[in-house]
């Protein structure tokens, strides 16, 4: 089927029109009536119960989908000591080791949502520049969680805020570390919500009815019952929607990274396009340059609409993106009756653990080459390049400022690195502090974002020209995502990431900065580098796809 890029006004102003906060609330309130939002709940009134439950340890998941229905159905006959609120957890381990995001593809209850996190080592055969050197992949416990429903959801329509922080707070323990809230805050949470972003609101968190935790050796299936009679969501509530939940879950696995799904590119568009990019870049730079000017960066980015022949599952998209996930964050959000947010993002925002924070700075790229040598050549030229060497210590300053501003004492080590990725490298910094109070995690996800890596500095002339020139909704694209929890919390930054579903367009996003130096025809093949890793995957299903009905041809006209 032939293909066409196709004219701005087409699709995207169909997609991206914006929607009114007011018709956003009316909106939410006829199609959320059926769930507890925990951010209407008063946070200083404390939990009555929080506790984890672990059930013997099973030999296979099918075995631990029918104990916890058992669990379950027992727990709803002899329920726990009369309380107004709470949260319980029943997990059972399982002797063998599962991939959660297979379990995932088995799963059509909604909402979904998915994360896994990242280790590092400092790797010695590269020879450390400013105290740098280049970080690679390594192995944690826990490698990755997926869940369907949700026991407790957090949401509203205005910038997220210290109370609604508390609010998931409340319905975590540092004595429960698994029982988590996962999901992701807008970029810009001022700006008008275009209508494919509209269910997932400012902000949109969830601890979801049912989990899969993926370990090194080992997982685990659990439920999570949570319930609050001053929000009209009580215990039989909350164990009568479990139970729909459970016998809505398939024991069985997916395995879907090995499929690969028969679709065609009808047609794309880019907003903006080529033209528009580059008049927006020179526009900036000529800010930059002004001597009436405070501005020395500003992240511009692109919204990219495929157009296909038939619907792209998300899950399947972010299955076959493992294969690009060394180093790298992969997140799926899913509120109900919404398109997907999924992403391979390889910066981090903040990790606690305790009072100890981490945080890092990434900036510049450059492409990854096959060739060893030529490879090794690309990385030293990034590392010594002044064009990307300023934007990198304009990010890395302004975090270290931040962090030195809530914490007692911050490292910076190493100064610079290069981080090598499958189809790009960057140069990257880790900084870490400790906390004064567990109270300032807050006050680090607010001064982190949004970073100079995805919006510039000042960061408020930065949004503002973002606002003012960009002309589509990054929605979630380049905000916190992640999760809280009681004992730690994580978040990375929503880049490499796109929106899936519901129709037939897939929304790939992608961004450059622009400093003093910038060249507005290389940045443009930059975000076709960092947007690389969906477009070629679609190219790839749709060459598969051709190949396939030439081999039927053949066979008909009985070729071999």
């Not at 009580?234 to 009568?240: E, L, P, R």
Request: hydrophobic letters at 40%; one cysteine or more.
């Amino acid at each position: 089927m032939a293909r066409s890029a196709v004219a701005p006004d087409s699709i995207s102003a169909r997609l991206l029109h914006p929607t009114s906060n007011s018709a956003l609330k009316r909106y939410w309130y006829r199609t959320c009536s059926l769930s507890m939002n925990g951010c209407k709940a008063a946070p200083e009134r404390a939990l009555g119960l929080c506790e984890t439950r672990t059930l013997p340890a099973v030999s296979a998941p099918e075995t631990a989908l029918s104990e916890l229905q058992a669990a379950v159905f027992s727990l709803k006959a002899e329920p726990p000591p009369c309380s107004p609120s709470g949260i319980i957890r029943l997990e059972v381990p399982i002797r063998k080791k599962a991939n959660a995001i297979d379990w995932l593809h088995a799963q059509s209850h909604l909402p979904r949502c998915f994360f896994s996190g990242r280790g590092q080592r400092m790797d010695p055969s590269f020879s450390p520049v400013n105290g740098g050197g280049i970080w690679t992949n390594s192995g944690r416990d826990l490698v990755g969680v997926a869940g369907v429903g949700s026991a407790v959801f957090f949401q509203g329509i205005d910038p997220f805020a210290f109370q609604d922080w508390k609010c998931i707070r409340r319905f975590l323990s540092k004595d429960c570390p698994l029982i988590r809230a996962y999901g992701a805050i807008r970029f810009d949470a001022r700006a008008n919500i275009s209508s494919e972003w509209k269910d997932f609101g400012s902000f949109y968190f969830t601890v979801p009815q049912v989990e899969f935790d993926e370990l090194e050796e080992s997982s685990i299936l659990a439920t999570t019952i949570a319930w609050d009679d001053s929000l009209l969501w009580t215990w039989k509530n909350a164990v009568d929607g479990l139970q729909v939940t459970l016998h809505q879950i398939s024991p069985y696995f997916h395995k879907s990274i090995t499929e690969v799904p028969q679709t065609t590119i009808i047609s794309w568009n880019h907003v903006p396009t080529k033209a528009s990019w580059n008049t927006s870049v020179k526009k900036a730079l000529q800010i930059i340059h002004s001597r009436n000017s405070e501005l020395v960066k500003v992240v511009l980015a692109r919204c990219s609409t495929y157009v296909t022949d038939t619907c792209i599952d998300p899950v399947t998209l972010l299955s076959c993106l493992q294969v690009e996930g060394e180093n790298a964050y992969q997140f799926y959000i899913q509120p109900p009756d919404a398109p997907a947010f999924i992403g391979n993002t390889p910066e981090q925002l903040f990790h606690r653990k305790y009072l100890n924070i981490s945080s890092e700075a990434l900036a510049g790229t450059r492409a990854r080459s096959l060739n060893k040598d030529e490879d090794l050549q690309i990385g030293r030229e990034l590392l010594f390049s002044p064009k990307d060497h300023i934007e990198f210590t304009i990010v890395r300053e302004s975090i270290r400022r931040k962090l030195e501003s809530i914490c007692d004492e911050v490292l910076v080590e190493p100064s610079k690195a290069l981080r090598k990725l499958p189809r790009v490298q960057h140069l990257c910094a880790q900084l870490s502090g400790r906390l004064m109070s567990e109270d300032d995690e807050f006050a680090i996800l607010a001064s982190l974002h949004p970073s100079p890596a995805v919006c510039g500095l000042p960061m408020e002339e930065a949004r503002q020209f973002i606002k003012n020139n960009e002309m589509f909704d990054r929605g979630m694209y380049a905000g916190p995502v992640g999760w809280f929890g009681g004992r730690e919390s994580e978040f990375a930054v929503g880049i490499r990431s796109a929106l899936v579903g519901k129709g037939f367009s897939t929304l790939i996003y992608a961004g450059a900065g622009i400093v003093e130096g910038t060249n507005p025809y290389s940045e443009w093949d930059e975000l076709d580098l960092k947007a690389s890793q969906f477009t070629k995957l679609l190219q790839q299903w749709e060459d598969q796809t051709r190949y396939r009905e030439i081999n039927i041809g053949s066979v008909q006209r009985g070729g071999y």
